[in-house]
């Protein structure tokens, strides 16, 4: 009898403006039984932003008790905002046997890897650093200032590459999607 095959917890990271959430939106479309998780955050909600669909809108008082209690399987600081992990729903999923991936920055992934280190860490990078560059002025939902401390945080998480698993350059979202729905075993 053949051993029985869990799903691993799939990160995607990568840096800011490389098309994570088009890849991931792309990918669940497709494949809607791809659990992601809706991380927690004390950022405002951008428009179109939903509670609960995209991310949980908290205060701080709030995610300083998710932390305090260790409700959070990673959390970071970004560009003036907390993000994290709800712990227990992909604790829920993974012993279900459902897939779920993760799409976090480049702290969030150390510390995923550290607490589950059979996780399987993608990174997405952006075709070149030109191209990352138009995609984050593009977006025209920032102030300069936020641009560029998301430049300057894009050029670490580059320099971070080597400690993934695995890296899918971002030129197609299609192809992507299909390389990393492939990764976790879902197709």
């Known amino acids: ?21 088009t890849v991931v939106a792309h990918m669940r479309k497709v494949h809607p039984e791809v659990w992601l998780s ?3 955050t004390t950022r405002k909600p951008r428009p179109g932003e939903r509670h609960g669909v995209q991310y949980f809108f908290v205060t701080d008082e709030e995610f ?3 932390v305090a209690n260790g409700e959070l399987l990673e959390w970071a600081e970004f560009a003036g905002n907390r993000y ?12 279900a046997g459902e897939p779920v991936l993760l799409e976090i ?21 952006p ?13 025209g939902t920032e ?15 580059l320099a971070a590459e080597s ?7 971002n030129t197609s979202v299609e192809d992507v999607a299909r390389e990393l729905l492939a990764l976790m075993a879902v197709v």
């Open 1 to 21: 009898m053949a051993p029985e095959v869990h799903p691993r917890l799939t990160v995607l990271s990568g840096p800011s403006g490389v098309g994570k959430s």
């Open 38 to 40: 809706v991380s927690a």
């Open 64 to 66: 300083d008790k998710l």
């Open 84 to 95: 994290g992990t709800p712990r227990r729903a992909v604790q829920t999923r993974l012993e």
């Open 105 to 125: 920055d480049l702290q969030g992934a150390r510390q995923v890897k550290d607490s589950m280190p059979d996780s399987q860490l993608v990174f997405l990078a």
């Open 127 to 139: 075709p070149s650093w030109d191209e990352l560059v138009r995609r984050l002025t593009g977006r």
């Open 143 to 157: 102030s300069p200032e936020v641009i560029e401390r998301r430049l300057v945080a894009a050029k670490v998480e």
């Open 163 to 169: 400690e993934f698993d695995i890296s899918l350059v």
